[in-house]
């Protein structure tokens, strides 16, 4: 058995099922979650997996314990697992903690008894498994009128996908905001290549927005979903172009679009290595495996820019 720990947000929850999907299948096991995590942060970020089709059972906690503590039905089998564990590189081992520093693709093959935690931020670690994770991070159930007239409206044109992240990465250094100047380079270049392109804007900030960023084409602001922001993800997989910025969930709303052409930041985190030492205990997080080579990178903050603060 497989158990993957599940944690944060909705794009690294949808991040951390798509590898642990693809790789208890590529490795023939069973998967299970441990979805510990939310019952200590709930008022921290919600469990959003339960919207898709997934078809992962949540582990017991006797289930994780068996896996952790490398049991078996006998002694003698017991004493083996904890022999094996001792002698196996770390991807073998029973418990498996991917490294933030490097890209490491042995973590595709696991022990088949292992209990994993990481954030996998790649489609390196499923794209062998791409028609299985679309089928389970397919939506689960009925969209409302509005948001079911809004997606035949964006199938119907040239429809752009915007997305805006600000809130809580303006004052964390290493998360690279993007500037006002990124998006006015992202729709410049969707303007040469697209006719009459129509902006569908998500943001958590929309009325900042609004205020400040010009739009000299159509442009509509997805705002009725709200609080339900699962349903603008939704909606963004209509769209048949995306502007994304450095959020893993519009990441995730142009990648499950299927969409060949995607415009992205340059640098997904703060390429200077500073900045990552101050959050992540000197580390550096290596982040060059986060974008599809098939995307369009568009620098995100240049000297001259305006950040876009409060």
Same mark, same amino acid.
């Given at each position: 058995?497989?158990?993957?720990?599940?944690?944060?947000?909705?794009?690294?929850?949808?991040?951390?099922?798509?590898?642990?999907?693809?790789?208890?299948?590529?490795?023939?096991?069973?998967?299970?979650?441990?979805? %510990?995590?939310?019952?200590? *942060?709930?008022? %921290?970020?919600?469990?959003?997996?339960?919207?898709?089709?997934?078809?992962? +059972?949540?582990?017991?906690?006797?289930?994780?314990?068996?896996?952790?503590?490398?049991?078996?039905?006998?002694?003698?089998?017991?004493?083996?697992?904890?022999?094996?564990?001792?002698?196996?590189?770390?991807?073998? +081992?029973?418990?498996?903690?991917?490294?933030?520093?490097?890209?490491?693709?042995?973590?595709?093959?696991?022990?088949?008894?292992?209990?994993?935690?990481?954030?996998?931020?790649?489609?390196?670690?499923?794209?062998?498994?791409?028609?299985?994770?679309?089928?389970?991070?397919?939506?689960?159930?009925? /969209?409302?009128?509005?948001?079911?007239?809004?997606?035949?409206?964006?199938?119907?044109?040239?429809?752009?996908?915007?997305?805006?992240?600000?809130?809580?990465?303006?004052?964390?250094?290493?998360? *690279?905001?993007?500037?006002?100047?990124?998006?006015?380079?992202?729709?410049?270049?969707?303007? &040469?290549?697209?006719?009459?392109?129509?902006?569908?804007?998500?943001?958590?900030?929309?009325?900042?927005?609004?205020?400040?960023?010009?739009?000299?084409?159509?442009?509509?602001?997805?705002?009725?979903?709200?609080?339900?922001?699962?349903?603008?993800?939704?909606?963004?997989?209509?769209? +048949?172009?995306?502007?994304?910025?450095?959020?893993?969930?519009?990441?995730?709303?142009?990648?499950?679009?299927?969409?060949?052409?995607?415009?992205?930041?340059?640098?997904?985190?703060?390429? *200077?290595?500073?900045?990552?030492?101050? &959050?992540?205990?000197?580390?550096?997080?290596?982040?060059? %495996?986060?974008?599809?080579?098939?995307?369009?990178?568009?620098? *995100?903050?240049?000297?001259?820019?305006?950040? /876009?603060?409060?």
């Amino acid at each position: 058995m497989m158990i993957m720990r599940i944690i944060q947000g909705p794009g690294n929850q949808m991040f951390q099922y798509a590898y642990a999907l693809a790789t208890s299948k590529r490795i023939g096991v069973e998967l299970k979650l441990d979805l %510990h995590w939310y019952k200590e *942060n709930s008022g %921290h970020r919600p469990y959003v997996l339960d919207r898709f089709n997934i078809s992962a +059972k949540e582990a017991t906690p006797e289930e994780i314990e068996y896996v952790k503590s490398k049991d078996a039905p006998n002694f003698l089998n017991y004493k083996w697992n904890l022999v094996r564990d001792a002698l196996a590189p770390p991807h073998k +081992k029973v418990l498996v903690e991917e490294s933030l520093m490097a890209v490491d693709t042995k973590l595709m093959h696991p022990h088949s008894s292992c209990y994993i935690s990481g954030y996998f931020t790649s489609e390196i670690f499923f794209s062998d498994f791409k028609k299985a994770v679309l089928q389970e991070l397919s939506f689960a159930k009925e /969209m409302s009128p509005k948001t079911k007239e809004v997606s035949l409206q964006m199938q119907g044109c040239n429809s752009v996908a915007i997305s805006f992240r600000r809130g809580d990465f303006l004052n964390k250094e290493w998360q *690279n905001v993007c500037s006002v100047e990124y998006y006015k380079r992202a729709m410049d270049k969707v303007k &040469e290549e697209i006719e009459n392109p129509v902006f569908y804007v998500f943001s958590d900030e929309l009325e900042w927005i609004r205020n400040n960023i010009v739009f000299d084409n159509d442009v509509h602001f997805m705002d009725f979903n709200y609080p339900d922001y699962m349903e603008d993800m939704r909606l963004m997989t209509y769209c +048949k172009n995306h502007i994304i910025t450095n959020s893993t969930f519009s990441w995730w709303g142009a990648w499950l679009s299927g969409s060949d052409n995607v415009l992205c930041p340059e640098f997904w985190l703060n390429p *200077n290595i500073e900045t990552h030492k101050v &959050e992540f205990d000197g580390r550096w997080v290596e982040f060059s %495996h986060v974008l599809p080579k098939s995307w369009k990178r568009i620098p *995100n903050l240049v000297v001259g820019d305006t950040f /876009m603060k409060q």
